[in-house]
């Protein structure tokens, strides 16, 4: 029986190809996709936290903040209102991905990201002169709009333009932008909440309009992958440009398995209704638990209200914007962690140590806060010893997510799916992500009410579930070309009840069936090709899994 991982790295099938220097750069500027989720995932939680902003938009709880330093900590930012502010783009994002697949799927990766640009660009033009709540609500709506777009497309761009080898690294660079993003905002926000005169605030939306520029202007000069080119009928492009991308002339073995999983993919009516066969079982378990997993990490607490908790947790407004800028750049760092192992060491291994360092950093959380603040909230003076512990281990715990949840919750995702449900898949991977990311920047503040420490203790629950999943049911995708993904499933301990051996055939066989077949053909016909027996051959070809050739033939 294979190991819980399934190890097997299958046929040991290989493409030739270098990481060019045209693939290293297009796959930088499309990673810059992520700028936009980033900067807007740190922007809202330091505004938030902004006495002027609070005081124009969310007076009721500015006057709760101002009147009570002496009560329940815990309580003072609970709104309904204010985490609707920030949880409405999430909704948004979540409906907008939905649309992206047939975007994506019919006009190519790269409209999903202009489409994702401009909307962003409204949203943060909106928001940065807004009068009133509805319309800083309208433009998170726009933004979020944007984001499900670019998240739609930006990871499966990446993973269809890399080299099979570099495939983690490059995809990678999405998360490496997405916490950039947040850095940014983050430092932004420190200096513009210093801004005389208390409009700081403006600044901090309306700057999303430069991220929203980069992505918008990137997705002009992006070349489409060839998958996309070979999906959408311009073979002859695709080839030449595969060539380019990879630096090699001899790109026939993966040229071919392209056009054979698009091939595939085209007799696919249904896209949506087809995620729901059987021997696609563990890929939508996948779509559906990883980001709802990467989610119920507790991640976004920190990511969206950490000035709101390090203020909670007796830090000055000052210190507490400080301390966010502080576990931003641990964000940024750590995942520079993951580039460099995950093709090294597997994105499993990634998984279960991230997923228990987290663990213990959370409890350790928990007990340093419920031991200061029991559970009235009142934590009197607070030693310096203290908020120095909380900060370093928060600052371990985001680490450990960096490497981990963070990016393979997207890389993963993007490179299990086959063509024929690909955009489909990665739309409900999107909007599951995005649904959760409203769950809990929706009910944090209540839940911080309520639960108090118990919060910590709530998401290293599901930390523990998470990591006892992967292990059992992840199977090791490192190292394996993206269209010959099905053989991963097939021996799995787990999956291979669902995916049977004539799923996903690997072409590299069939190609050799075909060859033979045309081989003998031509002999026995004196090197004369007729109609008809052209077609017997495709046929037996498509008979023998071989798309590729039963297309090349046709
Ligand atoms: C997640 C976001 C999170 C971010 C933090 C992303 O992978 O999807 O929800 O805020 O990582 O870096």
Known sequence: MPAAGGFDKGNGKGYPGK????????????????????????ISGGVTSMPSFLKRFFPSVYRKQQANSSTNQYCQYNSETLTLFTSSLYL????????????????GRKKSMLFGGVLFFAGALINGFAQGVWMLIV????????????????????SEMAPYKYRGALNI???????????????????????????????????AMVPALIITIGSLVLPDTPNSMIERGQRDEAREKLRKIRGVNDVDEEFNDLVAASEASKQVEHPWGNLL?????????????????????????????????????????????????ITGLVNACATLVSIYGVDKWGRRSLFLEGGTQMLICQAIVAACIGA??????????????????????????????AWSWGPLGWLVPSEIFPLEIRSAAQSVNVSVNMAFTFVVAQIFLN???????????????????MSIFIFFFLPETNGIPIEEMGQVWKNHWFWSRYVGEDDFVSNAPSQLVVVVLLRLYFVSAGGKSTAAAVLRIAAAASAAGGATIAAQVQ
């Not at 297009?26 to 995932?41: E, H, K, P, S």
């Not at 378990?285 to 908790?309: C, R």
């Open 372 to 401: 200061k603040f029991g559970v009235d909230g009142n934590p009197g003076e607070l030693p310096k010893w203290y908020a120095v512990v909380v900060v370093l281990f928060i600052c371990l715990y985001v680490a450990a997510f």
């Open 19 to 42: 990481l060019t220097p045209f693939v290293t750069v297009t796959c930088i500027v499309a990673a810059m996709g992520g700028l936009i989720f980033g900067y807007d995932i740190g």
């Open 92 to 107: 948004a994002a979540l409906l907008s991905s939905l649309v992206a697949s047939s975007v994506t799927r019919k006009f």
């Open 139 to 158: 433009g998170r709506l726009l933004l979020g709009f944007g984001i499900g777009f670019a998240n739609q497309s930006v990871p499966l761009y990446l």
């Open 277 to 325: 066969k059987r021997k696609y079982r563990p890929h939508l378990t996948m779509a559906i638990l990883i980001p709802f997993f990467q989610q119920l990490t507790g991640i976004n607490v920190i990511m969206f209200y950490a000035p709101v908790l390090f203020n909670t947790i007796g830090f000055g407004n000052d210190a507490s914007l400080m301390s966010a800028v």
């Open 173 to 207: 660079g999405f998360q490496l932008s997405i916490t950039i993003g947040i850095l940014i905002a983050n430092v932004l926000n420190y200096f513009f909440a210093k801004i005389k005169g208390g409009w700081g605030w403006r600044l901090s939306l309306g700057g």
């Open 447 to 465: 839940m911080l009410c309520h639960l108090k420490f118990g919060l910590f203790i709530f998401f290293a629950f599901f930390v523990l579930v």
